[in-house]
């Protein structure tokens, strides 16, 4: 089945990098996201990868997908208060629906 | 250009009464997508449709939920005969055609 799961927590220092991490199940994904969201609002697309690709960066965002371990991460270089939130890796599944995972909180300490 | 943007944002109803929550996708966007948020089960998928159509209707959790999308632009979701298990933030996304979803605010139902 699809499952997708991430760690809940995540606390780093202003400035330092922060590395989010969430593995998959479903290898036929063709499409990897990763959301953001921030207290009281939506979801925010912050980028996604293609599952042929291995690593896609975008300013200070850094896509990194290991299809052979289903493994998908994110990295925030410079990471700053504002990026404090919750991120959510998803899939999409065979009929364009996402599948989630619980959200990892980031915690961003000045 | 306009976001996709759902009304109300926030809706207080008492056990028993039926809902209706509104979104209106970006314009040109031909899929549209409900999924509902809550602490419990986190992010779940409730229905998709292309067009004016609903391909995957597979999460709706009851026959007390259901979906239209009419011209290919608005939806309504209804939830009839509201319990308190329905109270979560639901959100609508679209997209053009297979593509990125884009989310919006989300409509958060509280039934007393």
């Known amino acids: 089945g699809e499952d997708v799961e991430q760690s809940l927590f995540l606390s780093v220092r202003e400035g330092d990098s922060s590395v989010i991490n969430c593995t998959y199940t479903?290898?036929?994904?063709?499409?990897l996201y990763w959301y953001k969201q921030e207290p009281g609002a939506g979801l925010q697309l912050l980028t996604y990868?293609?599952?042929?690709?291995d690593m896609k960066q975008d300013q200070r965002l850094t896509v990194l997908l290991n299809k052979k371990d289903k493994h998908l991460s994110l990295r925030i270089a410079d990471t700053q208060t504002g990026d404090s939130a919750i991120y959510f890796c998803?899939?999409?599944?065979?009929?364009?629906?996402?599948?989630f995972g619980q959200g990892t909180t980031l915690q961003v300490k000045p | 250009g306009a976001g996709v943007s759902q009304s109300p944002s926030n809706k207080v109803t008492e056990k028993g009464k039926d809902v209706e929550l509104r979104c209106d996708p970006i314009s040109g966007h031909t899929a549209l997508y409900w999924y509902r948020q809550s602490l419990g089960q986190g992010l779940e998928f409730l229905i998709y449709f292309q067009g004016n159509s609903a391909p995957d209707k597979s999460g709706l959790p009851s026959d007390r939920f259901s979906a239209e999308r009419t011209g290919g632009s608005v939806s309504t979701l209804t939830i009839q005969r509201t319990q308190q298990e329905d109270s979560a933030v639901y959100l609508c996304?679209?997209?053009?055609?297979?593509?990125?979803?884009?989310f919006g605010p989300g409509t958060r139902l509280t039934v007393l």
């Open positions: 990868i293609f599952s042929n690709m």
């Open positions: 996304a679209s997209s053009f055609d297979a593509g990125a979803q884009y």
């Open positions: 479903d290898s036929s994904s063709t499409y």
């Open positions: 998803a899939e999409k599944g065979n009929t364009g629906k996402l599948i």
